[in-house]
């Protein structure tokens, strides 16, 4: 059985002893703020907040309601957007656009004002993954290529066990390709070079088409060890090995004429460390796991050890680059990425602290007092931010009135932790459907903290199906991205960031790459985010945020930035089309085929959920391709099954049947699951549907899904994973 939670109680708070322990003895040890400023700062801030908080959830519900009563009235009519608009704006949904303005955000560091480049989102229960992906600022381009299927496995060339020449002769070739595009000299190719190239008197010997783009060099025995490059502000730093290289034991160089060992690029510019999404935390234990690695990184001292392949590894975060720049001077490069906090939304409560009336402290509340606090000791050292700058990503706002509360969350804390004004920064997801189509009075409300804004395909298409679930069957999940909304939707987000001045100052993020094993798929089509004019773009692993990097080399993002700004923008009523199906007419074969490929990721996600905790995971597929699944894609699933259930596109008995045939296949999926270290290992739910607490959160998903919030999975995964906590 689940121990009982011990609270401990202090100025009108309950707290849970695991919680308090950690703030009062690790998040408040060494820095300025004393336990009694905090505890009465936050307990006055949150009982003030909390019924704010309540009242944005209910403007919600009443929304939706009058959304679902309008439709209805109308079912059976083709849907007029001039009428459908003025309804929106009537219920206050839609807001009437503000004059012209630009943001004013100041002390934002140079990876998010004027560095383009991938971006990683990692859960922040994962210490091992939270320092791979921080250190994946620097990442070998060699390891990415040799590794994946961007070098076919043809005429010899396979991966194999142990080293395969053939392969990395293809590696070696592809790279002096790259640095013939990215780095061109005068007259020869790179290909060509015959010698070990020279620097002598911090003169480079390579005669290159742009000479400033050798910013620096290192040099290991008197021998050159390092050539460092610049290309659209992102460094290319090729390592040579000449003997007594210790640190180097990659064979690649051993078969190069002229010595290239490795070429690291700059890959994981920022990463998105993640409270949300990726990670299934639901009480104080959960809470404080997460919040004691954001606590390391922020202290720089944390540390993972783990065992792979019989193998023990052991990671800490990397140091600082040094070189030496052509003027001579030592100089450093940061070595690793910016670091940004994704904290939860404003639906969800938790209960590591209850209030004087007894019930659950909002989470994005804690989550704002928390990680900020743990930002106090990277300002005495400045191993993230340098310009003492505090980056919150806040995901799943409702439009400008949740910005503002936002804001007002960020106000408090500052005052209470005597922060500057505006010394929180903060993202802008742009996710659901009341921030898409308000977005540019949203960016106002907080023009003096906005750093970033993205796209995210699968939430904002789970809050379409659902904010419009009463206008008839949508189309197929496949079809989504070639509908006209998305479209807009993904214009819109660029145009309002560049209207309202984010170029050069914050970055216009777009959404993830999710299927990490399909590198070479990844690299014909992702190129299109830097080409729509996106500052980032979020990529599942190091490896891929190294060949993403790739893109940016090719594309200068600032340029594209200046041709996009004299385009017409996206229209509002294209934004608002609904992507209902005309006069559906599906074979019973192609609606099993989609509630199939719904029903196990839905699953596949569900079970790693509740039984192991897991809340991002490479999950198969129906066709057995490895696909990144979290909240998101699990809420774009459960919606479109909700959704067609309602409109009898299929039936509840033909669902729970196809259910039950995806979990047997997904049971299969894992047999071989050991389960990840720390977390239970896998429990087959096709072994007893009954008794499968995973299996009923997945049917509860579809089931009840019309009535979820939003169409969120917060509520019914939490509340099964506490029963499987307590059983």
């Not at 007092?369 to 799943?396: E, M, Q, W």
Request: aromatic content about 8%; overall charge positive.
């Amino acid at each position: 059985m689940k121990k009982i939670e011990q609270y401990i109680k202090i100025k009108n708070l309950s707290v849970s002893k695991v919680l308090f322990d950690f703030i009062n003895d690790e998040l408040l040890k060494g820095i300025k703020i004393k336990k009694d400023k905090f505890w009465n700062g936050f307990s006055k801030t949150v009982h003030e907040l909390e019924p704010k908080n309540k009242k944005l959830i209910e403007t919600r519900e009443k929304l939706q309601k009058s959304i679902d009563t309008w439709h209805l009235d109308r079912k059976g009519k083709k849907l007029n957007l001039t009428e459908y608009k003025e309804f929106l704006k009537k219920i206050g949904y839609l807001k009437k656009p503000g004059p012209n303005f630009k943001i004013v955000t100041k002390n934002v560091d140079k990876e998010i004002s004027s560095i383009c480049g991938p971006q990683l989102v990692c859960p922040i229960s994962n210490s091992r993954f939270l320092l791979n992906a921080a250190n994946a600022r620097w990442v070998s381009l060699y390891d990415s290529l040799y590794g994946t299927d961007i070098i076919p496995e043809t005429h010899g060339a396979l991966k194999g066990k142990t080293y395969n020449p053939i392969r990395g002769k293809k590696v070696i070739e592809y790279v002096r390709g790259l640095l013939d595009k990215f780095i061109p000299l005068e007259v020869k190719s790179w290909k060509d070079l015959n010698k070990i190239p020279e620097v002598k008197n911090n003169k480079l010997n390579l005669k290159l088409k742009n000479p400033k783009q050798f910013v620096g060099y290192n040099k290991k025995l008197h021998h050159l060890s390092s050539l460092l490059f610049i290309n659209n502000n992102l460094h290319i730093n090729i390592l040579f090995d000449q003997g007594g290289n210790m640190e180097i034991n990659n064979p690649d160089g051993n078969q190069d004429k002229i010595k290239i060992h490795d070429v690291f690029l700059e890959s994981a510019i920022s990463t998105i460390c993640d409270h949300e999404d990726s990670v299934a935390a639901i009480d104080a234990e959960d809470k404080v796991l997460g919040y004691r690695n954001w606590l390391g990184l922020m202290k720089g001292d944390l540390k993972a050890d783990f065992t792979k392949k019989r193998k023990k590894f052991f990671r800490k975060l990397n140091s600082d680059r040094n070189y030496i720049s052509p003027k001579g001077k030592n100089f450093k490069l940061h070595g690793r990425s910016l670091l940004l906090n994704r904290n939860v939304g404003h639906l969800m409560t938790n209960s590591a602290i209850l209030l004087k009336n007894g019930s659950e402290c909002p989470e994005g509340i804690l989550d704002a007092f928390v990680t900020s606090l743990a930002c106090f000791h990277d300002f005495k050292r400045k191993g993230n931010s340098r310009t003492n700058s505090i980056y919150i990503v806040k995901p799943k706002m409702h439009g400008p009135e949740e910005c503002a509360f936002t804001n007002l969350i960020f106000e408090k804390v500052e005052k209470v932790l005597n922060l500057k004004k505006y010394q929180i920064l903060c993202g802008i997801m742009d996710e659901e459907r009341r921030t898409s189509v308000n977005l540019k009075e949203c960016i106002r409300i907080l023009k003096n903290r906005v750093f970033f804004i993205n796209t995210g395909f699968l939430d904002r298409t789970g809050d379409e199906i659902h904010t419009s679930m009463e206008v008839g069957p949508m189309i197929f999940k496949g079809n989504m991205k070639s509908s006209k909304w998305i479209s807009a939707y993904e214009n819109n987000n660029v145009d309002m960031g560049l209207s309202c001045g984010f170029s050069g100052k914050a970055q216009i993020g777009k959404g993830m790459w999710a299927m990490p094993d399909l590198m070479n798929n990844m690299m014909k089509q992702k190129i299109v985010h830097p080409l729509a004019g996106a500052n980032c773009a979020w990529v599942p692993s190091p490896t891929a945020a190294a060949l993403h990097a790739l893109h940016y080399h090719e594309v200068d993002v600032f340029v594209k930035q200046k041709e996009l700004s004299k385009r017409k923008p996206a229209k509002l009523s294209d934004l608002l089309n609904i992507p209902i199906a005309d006069r559906p007419n599906w074979s019973i074969e192609k609606i099993n085929k989609e509630l199939q490929n719904n029903a196990q990721g839905i699953l596949g996600y569900v079970v790693r959920w509740i039984d192991q905790s897991v809340g991002c995971s490479k999950v198969p597929d129906i066709n057995g391709v490895g696909l990144m699944e979290d909240r998101a894609t699990c809420r774009i699933s459960s919606q479109h099954i909700a959704n067609w259930l309602h409109h009898g596109i299929c039936s509840k008995k033909q669902v729970l049947e196809i259910m039950k045939k995806m979990a047997k296949v997904v049971d299969s999926q894992n047999l071989k699951d050991p389960g990840m270290k720390g977390h239970a290992p896998y429990n087959p739910m096709s072994k007893n549907f009954e008794k499968s607490i995973a299996f009923r959160a997945a049917c509860d998903l579809v089931f009840h899904g019309k009535f979820q919030p939003s169409g969120y999975t917060e509520p019914l995964l939490h509340f099964n994973r506490l029963m499987k906590k307590s059983v």
